[in-house]
């Protein structure tokens, strides 16, 4: 045996920071990383490889460990047979979009565990999910399936044909994740068709969309619907029948938004006692969520609850935002300042001894002895139960998923109480659960750090900033200074992606750069500090330089002169996160207003155009594509603000955080000379950029300028009237 197949002797996982891996590594199957040994090892062998692919948080993940990866006979077929290899998809999402993408194409569905074999090449002739240990409900056992795999192989006839499927499948790959379109116009009024379709498709019953379970946040059709609705759009055919046969006389973009966002709040995506969402809701109702909470998701649903506020003006909404993020502070964040990964569905049920086996949202179910223990006040737990619907039979496994079952105002008069002194009750009982649920064992936290998923967070920290309290400013400002400091190579101009206990690894993705730039420049709308956008701009440029193929016309998940897979795929479809192609050239768009020539703004323009048809044909799938080509039709409100970026006017202060403003873009600049030379100093440029030139202070007194398509309103020094002229 050589020396290179010598580590696909041994389980090699315990050499790896990512808790994923990390929980493998005492499995009797040798499994390796995706690395130069483990692959050599299969091409030098001529072995397949079995690639597992999941995530730590991932439920099903963890029931496929148990059932056949701790099973030693199970490991027996898998070593003697194949290289088996775990990848952790949240560390390298270009290897789970590379082979989910042909899970999909072949079974029609895809979702993790992801099950794949390859040739020692790389190429898939076999996927699939989560596979049982038994055959069930139409699914192989995994025992018979590596046996019948491995069977073929062996047989050089069965081989061939196993090796033309892989070359098949491995062209299908290329055409899906690699195909650019012939470069057109998008269709005009992009994110009015995106709303049209969004709210014919809403579920008018329960909120969201989707007929039946699960039910996913797809908060970039909430934006879509909100601008358009701002925009003074309304659906077609509006006050016919809706999807259900309901007359909707008085419907339009903004229902949809608040029959969404209520059923999300008030539901069991929301952790109602210590705040935060769930991954998603295994139902139609919203009422039972898979427990899992992501950091991405706890970023982004919290920006379409601010833009809802700012719409709708529903405190409930503001409450939620605030309760997130203190979650989020709370069991998310690192003590210098970035932000973990996810915390898992799993847990030891109460009381329970430290040999119990975990159980799916143990930790945030519960009974009515448990709420009547946790409670002091017999009737407030009385009145908890009720609200909350917490019940003997329950409603998940003999417990009870919280979610709003009996409104306050019906209480209330049941009780012969206010309604505000009952709200008092209900928060004391929230309060006194909070701190009983502190003792229960808690789901295990995945602590890597990654770049991209602290982009969406500060940017949701920095919207928050100016939505509700400019406080989470210094929180977003803590974790970009953190990932920064951590993985930004700044000699290099070069971001990594993870960051687990010191080790840092990986190079960065699209999504590392779109979404810290997107973090950055949030940062500086939030605070006028010049540096954050200094650092925008140094992520811009390097998307450009890292990702833009000027031959294709197109932006790639994955850097020039990275590692090649089978195919270097793009990122076009909002998924668990947004599209990384649309955030960065959303980025781009927006950072073409502060730089010093077009190469922004032409990259912007040649990605939309390549994916045109993409986008028109499906502006849902394409959501995040879809609000930047929208930003490209109508242009952003770019509001000049000439002050000091520390100390902006409180009136302006106070009219952001009130209105809600499709495509806002926010340029402080400083009024004195002297600061206003050093920041474009700063910045490295020779001269003001567009969005800046010729805008100064009128009247020595803070100024604003409103301008749209270079289209300035006059100088002004009320914000409102500058908006007003702008939405006009």
């Known amino acids: 045996m050589s020396d290179s197949a010598e580590p696909t002797e041994r389980n090699r996982l315990d050499e790896a920071e990512s808790p994923y891996l990390r929980q493998h590594a005492d499995n009797p199957v040798n499994w390796q990383p995706w690395d130069e040994q483990a692959l050599e090892a299969a091409r030098e062998r001529e072995m397949p490889i079995f690639l597992s692919i999941g995530y730590a948080a991932c439920h099903w993940c963890h029931v496929m460990e148990e059932e056949s990866f701790e099973d030693e006979a199970v490991a027996e077929l898998l070593n003697e047979n194949f290289v088996p290899i775990k990848v952790d998809r949240e ?137 358009a609705h701002a925009d003074g759009q309304s659906p077609s055919g509006a006050g016919l029948a809706g999807p259900q046969g309901d007359s909707q006389p008085d419907d339009d973009y903004l229902t949809v938004v608040e029959q969404t966002l209520n059923a999300m709040a008030d539901r069991g995506l929301y952790d ?112 908890f139960c009720e609200y909350f619907g917490v019940s003997e039979r ?42 009983a649920r502190a003792d229960r064992p808690r789901p295990a936290r995945d602590e890597k750090i990654l770049a991209g998923w602290n982009g969406l967070m500060i940017s949701a920290l920095a919207e928050g900033a100016i939505v509700l309290d400019d406080a989470y400013a210094d929180v977003a400002a803590d974790a970009l200074g953190f990932v920064r400091e951590q993985l930004w190579d700044e000699s290099e101009q070069r971001l990594s992606r993870r960051y687990k206990d010191g080790d840092v690894a990986i190079d960065g993705y699209l999504e590392d750069y779109a979404f810290l730039g997107r973090g950055a420049f949030d940062c500086y709308q939030a605070t006028g500090e010049v540096d954050y956008l200094d650092f925008a701009l140094d992520l811009a440029a390097a998307i450009v330089e890292a990702f833009w193929d000027e031959t294709e016309e197109t932006l790639y998940f994955t850097p020039t002169g990275g590692e090649s897979l089978v195919a270097r795929p793009q990122e076009l479809t909002d998924q668990s996160t947004p599209s990384s192609t649309g955030v960065a050239v959303s980025l781009l768009l927006e950072l073409a207003h502060f730089s010093g ?23 849902l799938q394409h959501a995040s594509l879809t609000l930047a080509t929208d930003t490209y039709e109508q242009g952003s409100l770019e509001l000049t603000l000439v002050c000091d970026p520390a100390d902006p006017p409180a009136e302006w202060t106070e009219t952001l955080a009130d209105r809600y403003v499709p495509r806002r873009l926010l340029a402080p600049r400083p009024a004195d000379d002297a600061t206003f030379d050093s920041w474009l100093e700063t910045l490295d440029l020779a001269e003001a950029p567009p969005i800046w030139a010729g805008r100064d202070a009128a009247d020595g007194e803070p100024t604003v300028y409103a301008c749209r398509n270079f289209a300035c309103s006059p100088p002004r020094h009320d914000l409102g009237a500058a908006l007003d002229w702008g939405e006009n």
């Not at 969201?208 to 879509?224: C, D, E, L, V, Y």
């Not at 920006?303 to 529903?314: D, W």
């Open 597 to 619: 020539d077009d190469r922004f703004a032409e990259v912007a323009e040649q990605a939309i155009r390549s994916h045109a048809d993409r986008t028109s044909a499906n502006p």
């Open 91 to 227: 560390e390298r999402p270009d290897l789970d979009s590379v082979y989910m993408s042909i899970c999909q194409q072949v079974t029609g569905g895809g979702g993790w565990p992801l099950s794949a074999w390859l040739t020692p090449e790389g190429k898939p002739f076999y996927v699939g999910t989560y596979f049982p240990p038994e055959e069930k409900q139409g699914r192989p056992g995994f025992s018979q399936l590596i046996e019948r795999l491995a069977d073929s192989w062996s047989d050089p006839e069965q081989r061939t044909e196993m090796e033309n499927r892989a070359q098949q499948w491995t062209d299908a790959i290329e055409s899906d994740l690699e195909d650019v379109g012939e470069p057109g116009d998008p269709d005009e009024n992009i994110v009015g068709t995106a709303a049209t379709i969004a709210h014919r498709g809403a579920d008018r019953d329960h909120g969201g969309w989707g007929s039946g379970g699960p039910k996913f946040p797809q908060t970039g059709r909430i934006h879509a619907l909100l601008r």
């Open 394 to 435: 329950g409603n998940f496994e003999g417990a009870t998923v919280l979610g709003v079952r009996k409104p306050v105002d019906v209480l209330a008069e049941e009780y012969e109480t206010s309604e505000a002194e009952l709200t008092e009750t209900l928060q004391t009982a929230l309060t006194e659960a909070f701190q």
């Open 272 to 383: 109602h006692v210590g705040g935060g969402f769930h991954r998603y809701s295994t139902d139609m109702q919203w009422a039972v969520p898979h427990f899992e909470k992501m950091l991405y998701d706890n970023a982004e649903i919290p920006r379409a609850f601010l833009a809802g506020y700012q719409a709708i003006g529903s405190e409930r909404y503001a409450s939620v935002v605030r309760e997130t993020f203190e979650f989020v502070q709370r069991e998310l964040q690192h003590e210098d300042g970035g932000f973990f990964s996810t915390l898992d569905a799993v847990s030891r049920p109460p009381g329970s001894d430290a040999e119990a086996d975990t159980e799916e949202g143990a930790f945030y179910v519960w009974t009515p002895e448990q709420v009547h223990d946790a409670v002091s006040d017999e009737q407030a737990a009385d009145i």
